[in-house]
Structure formats: C-alpha cells, structure tokens
C-alpha cells in the first residue's frame, strides 16, 4: 500500500514562496507519473502539475506556468512543488497523487493514489 505525505504548506504573503513535498513510502514511485491538485473552498479539486516517471517531462494549469515548477527525486521517492510569486487566488489544500502509469496527466481520474493534502494560505 502506497502512503503520500504532503509537507511544506503554510501562510505567506502575496509575491512570497512556497515548496512543497510529497514523500512516499510502501514501495518506489519511480516508475509513476506524479501529480499535484488543489482545492479551494467551495469549488471542486483542480489540476496544478504533473511530471512523469523520470523527470523530463511537465505539464502546468494555465493559471501557474511560469510561477510553479514540479520536480522530483527518485532516489528519495519524493515529489516537489515549488511556487512563486503565490497569489491570493492561490489558496487552497494542495494534494499529491500517484498514477499507476509514467506518462503524466492532468486528469484526477488516472490517479490512485493521493495524500491528506497541505493547506497554502496566501494573504493579499
């Protein structure tokens, strides 16, 4: 059974930083896409990133591209997101999953596994 543990959320100002990381444990990742989702109050889970099993390919929202980058470490078999320049529409808990395939994708459904999520409050 695989386990997900998002760390790194918190409060921070607009224009401040953030990284994330999703540490995995059970069995090695490294073979699977990865990907973060969010979800802000009173709306429905969105995509935010995705990487697939060997780091060389990443896909983005419209909405964080050029601000968010994924990464990730295989040898750790833990996950990465690093946001900058947050903004207030930012705001959400943050979720990291695992697909069972090592292309990526951005869609919730080919995902099987997913942590408890990190809160990210960013204040205007």
């Known amino acids: 059974q695989v386990q997900l543990v998002e760390s790194g959320g918190g409060l921070v100002q607009a224009g401040g930083s953030l990284r994330l990381s999703c540490a995995a444990s059970?069995?090695?990742?490294?073979?699977?896409?990865m990907g973060w989702f969010r979800q802000a109050p009173g709306k429905e889970r969105e995509f935010v990133a995705t990487?697939?099993?060997?780091?060389?390919?990443?896909y983005y929202v419209d909405s964080v591209k050029g601000r968010f980058a994924i990464s990730r470490d295989n040898a750790k078999n833990t996950v990465y997101l690093q946001m900058n320049n947050l903004k207030a529409e930012d705001t959400a808990v943050y979720y990291c999953a695992a697909s069972p395939y090592n292309s990526y994708s951005d869609s919730s459904a080919l995902y099987d596994y997913w942590g408890q999520g990190t809160q990210v409050t960013v204040s205007s």
């Open positions: 059970g069995r090695t990742l490294s073979g699977n896409a």
């Open positions: 990487i697939n099993w060997s780091g060389g390919s990443t």
